[in-house]
């Protein structure tokens, strides 16, 4: 491969991984923290990339919109409709166990499906919507574009980094593990711990949705095949459980390594016959399933564990544990 | 005569943190063995350790000479050591008689029919409810329910969990008469209370756990006439 | 009034018999291993494909080869309990339902390596309607559904209520720790529900695969339906499941007929969503179902 194509995909590569690693700081803050199951993350993805899509497009007869909006604009109002919808699911079920959430999560996100693919009127259904723009627009033309954008995801992806390390440390971020390791504890010393829980999966959806956002402005074009659950929830899940749930680097490193994973099999497999090629897709969906049975059974603290952070005291203690 | 189980130098506890401290106890057969202290001496986790609900960290359980620390719960019905929780300790969906039931299915007896009546000989009140969800009935019958369950499969050992738990005095003063009957039927008994004035009346010898560890141990009309005993242990007022 | 019959209530029947057969092995696994399992629409598309390997092999009528697809998807969900619950059964349940979401990825990534992605059908041809009193006419296949889910509701409620592995079963459910103090052997009785399960399931992905055709992800797109039709049921409450499954089935399909105006009342294309929304309105309400299952 010739240097500038390499670079181009390493590019390519670091957006997406970047897109990963919010999706997982998102996921980070409902389990790792909240221990709050979600399986429909690919619903809040959506939303948050039909929000910003639809008011940051140009004028369509197709679809609702666009109102060319400003980009920033369009991944606020994303966040706050994904927010929206993740308070929906978590107050019907945030009191009972969490594998009820995982059905209604889910439950949701394949409600989400339908109604992109049959509302003409609103997503212009299995045709998509066109024209999405870019952050600076016009300030670098062709694929030194793809550069910047590069630059403004990942800024988001440490913004984002950042807000969640400070969560993880505040009152509110210890009271929320409190609640997770040990629910009847917190509930005795007068925690609302449904209330915590709740804020958890709002935050984390509302994430979801700033993903789903950028991942619209970067292939400038969204259709309901962007939203497939299984490269959104699924690849999410694994990469955080490889990475190390509770961990927010873990999140970020858990992204990285499995989308590297994912992106190279695809090269070695598009070079196979083409009757294997097709079914390339298959092996690899097989291998991701394979990869998050080892890391449940071998693996479950992940490549970088969690690590309360020490309290004054504890320092010294916290350093011999490692 | 030789016990039919010998509990030496046990400490056991829960995740490896021990709860109870080298103990000793000893049940011969057709006894009525008590054992009392205040809360969290570690009184359950005696019976607990005995059925492998604990991790044993040193020391020997042993039943009709035989070592059974370790041994997997699901293999001491049949060799004829049952237990009865404290609580939670019916199938509140099932009926009276499924309930009964369920306590043949690991230990066989020779004759079901048999057994049957002679519990609910036992159980006069059952009889009425046999096909009602053990879920509708009150505390006591509740508690006769698995006393019921329990010896369906005709065990040697009976562990009661403090089997009075939480009912009212009337079915108090039956539990304990049941549990002499149960006694003349030849079945030995170990058991936890926390009425510990009634239990060291029926029992035939006593043991008192404080912190994990064996404090003192008994007939149970010594340790009734014991004043240290009665005060530390009986709530210090004059026998009833 | 006929057109309601023939084209509402009994292809709704036959839709929550399908419901149904899924939904009891759904409700007996939450209720014994206590976790959603989220393959279980996966297990009816492995029991489908099983059939359909079995009917190009020998010719036979797909209910015939029934026994093949069976015994392949009651494998199946064997060897995934060995090699990927059980490691798990230890810790808290909910990382037994992220497994079972890989494996629900395995298994239809298998699939399509096997068998590829494109549709395939048990039986070419349209089949004729089926024509009582000349005025109900139905296809056979929905009344053979029917007669199925009869017969499994009969079956189920003598293994529940008769047998040893049923009440041990029921036990379980209601007091795991209980049994195990009882001496019941739980590695038997779990066996005995992914057995009873995967046959279940294998069932309903052959009468989901008549219905319309087969394809990988024919069970993975009924797991909601079944889900919402074992709490509507009850928590592991089997017989509860299965008449929860019959009403959701019914529901949705009653959902499309023109009540208020000439319009279907909700379009077609949402009738999944329906089933969904009776799972909200139910946890919001009632969580532990009609049958009073357990809540969790």
């Given at each position: 491969m010739d240097p500038v194509g390499l670079l181009f995909f390493l590019v390519g590569f670091l957006i997406m991984a970047g897109i990963y690693a919010i999706l997982c700081l998102a996921l980070n803050v409902q389990w790792g923290y909240g221990g709050l199951f979600n399986a429909g993350i690919a619903g809040f993805f959506a939303v948050g990339a039909y929000t910003s899509a639809l008011l940051t497009a140009a004028p369509a007869?197709?679809?609702?919109?666009?109102?060319?909006?400003?980009v920033l604009v369009g991944i606020i109002a994303a966040a706050v409709t994904a927010g929206l919808t993740g308070w929906a699911v978590a107050k019907i079920c945030?009191?009972?166990?969490s594998d009820y959430l995982a059905m209604a999560s889910i439950g949701i996100a394949e409600i989400l499906r339908m109604v992109i693919v049959n509302e003409d009127w609103l997503t212009n259904g299995s045709l998509g919507i066109t024209n999405i723009p870019r952050p600076f627009d016009g300030l670098l033309q062709g694929r030194e574009a793809d550069i910047l954008f590069l630059a403004f995801v990942w800024v988001i992806v440490a913004i984002v980094y950042l807000v969640c390390n400070r969560l993880y440390d505040s009152p509110w971020g210890r009271t929320l593990r409190a609640v997770r390791d040990n629910e009847d504890a917190a509930r005795a010393v007068g925690k609302d711990v449904d209330s915590f829980r709740l804020q958890t999966f709002v935050i984390g959806a509302a994430l979801m949705g700033v993903a789903g956002a950028l991942s619209a402005h970067y292939f400038r074009f969204l259709s309901p095949?962007?939203?497939?659950p299984l490269l959104i929830t699924f690849l999410v899940w694994v990469m955080l459980m490889a990475g190390g749930s509770g961990n927010n680097k873990g999140a970020i490193v858990g992204a990285l390594s499995v989308w590297a994973i994912w992106s190279l099999t695809e090269i070695v497999t598009n070079r196979l016959p083409a009757e294997f090629a097709t079914r390339s897709s298959y092996i690899r969906m097989l291998l991701i399933g394979l990869l998050l049975q080892f890391v449940l059974q071998k693996y479950r603290s992940g490549l970088l564990p969690e690590r309360s952070p020490g309290i004054a005291f504890d320092k010294d203690k916290d350093k011999t544990h490692g | 005569m030789s016990p039919l189980l010998a509990i030496d130098g046990l400490t056991a506890g829960y995740g490896g943190l021990p709860i109870i401290d080298n103990i000793n106890l000893l049940v011969a057969p057709k006894e009525i063995i008590v054992v009392i202290g205040p809360n969290g001496a570690g009184k359950s986790t005696v019976l607990k350790s005995v059925f492998a609900l604990t991790s044993i960290l040193s020391g020997s359980i042993r039943f009709a000479n035989q070592e059974i620390a370790g041994i997997a719960t699901q293999k001491l019905v049949p060799m004829g050591i049952c237990a009865v929780p404290q609580t939670r300790n019916i199938f509140p969906s099932l009926t009276v008689r499924e309930n009964l039931d369920?306590?043949?299915?690991a230990a066989p007896p020779r004759n079901r029919a048999e057994v049957e009546e002679s519990v609910l000989t036992l159980f006069p009140d059952l009889k009425a409810k046999l096909n009602q969800p053990a879920g509708e009935l009150s505390g006591g019958q509740r508690q006769m329910v698995t006393l019921g369950r329990a010896l369906m499969s005709e065990p040697k050992l009976l562990l009661l969990d403090e089997p009075t738990a939480g009912l009212s005095p009337a079915y108090l003063e039956r539990i304990f008469d049941l549990i002499l009957a149960i006694r003349q039927t030849g079945i030995t008994i170990l058991m936890v209370e926390q009425n510990a004035r009634q239990a060291l009346s029926i029992a035939d010898r006593a043991y008192v756990l404080v912190n994990g560890r064996n404090f003192a141990s008994d007939t149970g009309a010594n340790l009734l006439a014991n004043d240290e005993i009665r005060r530390s242990f009986l709530g210090g007022s004059r026998p009833s | 009034m006929m057109e309601f019959i023939n084209f509402y209530l009994i292809p709704g029947l036959a839709l929550g018999s399908i419901y149904a057969l899924g939904a009891i092995g759904i409700s007996m696994i939450f209720g014994i291993l206590r976790f959603a399992h989220f393959a279980h629409g996966d297990v009816m598309t492995l029991g489908a494909y099983g059939t359909l390997t079995a009917v190009w092999v020998s010719g036979l009528h797909p209910l015939l080869a029934l026994p093949v697809g069976i015994v392949f998807a009651v494998l199946a969900v064997l060897a995934v309990d060995k090699v990927f619950y059980k490691p798990l059964r230890e810790l808290p349940t909910i990382y037994t339902v992220i497994a079972s979401f890989g494996v629900a990825l395995i298994f239809r990534s298998l699939i399509q390596l096997v068998w590829g992605s494109q549709n395939e059908v048990f039986i070419r041809g349209v089949q004729k309607p089926v024509v009582l009193f000349d005025l109900i006419r139905v296809s056979l296949l929905h009344l053979e559904a029917i007669a199925i889910i009869i017969g499994v509701a009969i079956a189920l409620h003598y293994f529940l209520s008769r047998t040893q592995t049923g009440r041990s079963m029921r036990a379980v459910s209601d007091n795991a720790e209980l049994a195990r103090v009882a001496g019941l052997d739980t590695e038997k009785i779990v066996r005995a529900t992914w057995i009873i399960g995967g046959s279940l399931a294998a069932i309903a992905g052959v009468l989901a695969g008549l219905d319309t055709n087969i394809q990988p992800n024919l069970g993975w797109n009924l797991i909601l339906p079944m889900f919402a039709a074992a709490i509507l049921g009850g928590i592991g409450k089997p017989m509860g499941a299965l008449l929860g499954g019959m009403v959701i089935g019914l529901v949705e399909e009653l959902s499309s007929y023109p009540w208020l105006t000439d319009e279907p009342l909700i379009n077609p294309s949402y009738k999944t969503a329906t089933a969904f929304l009776m799972m909200v309105i139910l946890l919001i309400f009632r969580p532990q179902g009609l049958l009073k299952g357990r809540l969790f």
């Open positions: 007869q197709t679809h609702l919109g666009g109102y060319e909006l400003p945030i009191r009972l166990k095949e962007a939203t497939e | 369920i306590g043949t299915y | -």
